[in-house]
């Protein structure tokens, strides 16, 4: 990752964060990029872009513009912007469909197209976004989240066709990550056998090395030790 610029959405969120960190030890320049606000000065090193709508074409647009000036270039997009609703079909309405695809679907579709243009002149571009294990099949109040990570993998897997030879694709598809905010509501599980940020953090950036130069429209389920 020696040099290579990187720009990560929900770049200050839990697993965001551990990206960030791990892609800067690992001698990447880093685009974080948050809808939360960020006061960080900007560093030859990394930049925080905070405050954006990635769900606006307009903002995501302007945020990886103003990435790619303060480097010069543009060498991976890493997607990790989302969210998740758990909520029954029958118990639920049209709005937690809607924020769920917008969170999960439309960030990553802003993005990338935004970044496109970019990556084309890299060389060596790589695009990984987060899909979800759980896409696979829908259990039980899973079917708005499960839909848009389903749209997330189809965007992964259309994208690398179209950009074959030019920019790998692929996705990463976690089971239930270790965070705070999953220890809340699940206070009674098993945490050691969730998949840790950092374990995940080494997949993503695998993706984006010049090691997975020959993987491209792949789904990589990342399962833990279930």
């Not at 010069?72 to 029954?88: C, M, Q, V, Y």
């Not at 705070?180 to 050691?192: E, G, H, I, Q, V």
């Amino acid at each position: 990752m020696n040099e290579k610029v990187v720009i990560i959405t929900g770049a200050l969120g839990a697993l965001g964060k551990v990206v960030v960190e791990e892609a800067l030890a690992r001698g990447a320049r880093v685009a974080a990029v948050d809808h939360a606000p960020s006061s960080l000065s900007p560093t030859s090193s990394r930049i925080e872009l905070g405050g954006v709508d990635l769900t606006d074409t307009a903002q995501a647009k302007k945020a990886i513009d103003a990435a790619v000036a303060h480097f010069g270039r543009l060498d991976a997009l890493i997607n990790i912007a989302g969210g998740f609703a758990f909520e029954t079909v029958a118990d639920g309405g049209p709005g937690t469909w809607q924020r769920m695809y917008a969170l999960n679907v439309a960030t990553a579709l802003n993005a990338s197209r935004a970044a496109i243009p970019h990556l084309l002149a890299s060389g060596a571009a790589r695009i990984i976004n987060i899909g979800a294990l759980g896409a696979l099949q829908a259990g039980a109040g899973m079917g708005a989240y499960a839909a848009s990570k389903s749209g997330v993998h189809r965007l992964t897997e259309a994208l690398a066709a179209e950009h074959k030879g030019k920019i790998t694709v692929n996705a990463v598809l976690p089971s239930i990550i270790d965070t705070p905010a999953n220890r809340t509501s699940m206070p009674k599980a098993d945490f050691s056998k969730w998949v840790a940020p950092k374990e995940l953090a080494d997949v993503i950036l695998f993706l984006a090395s010049d090691a997975a130069s020959a993987v491209t429209g792949a789904l990589l389920p990342v399962n833990g030790r279930v």
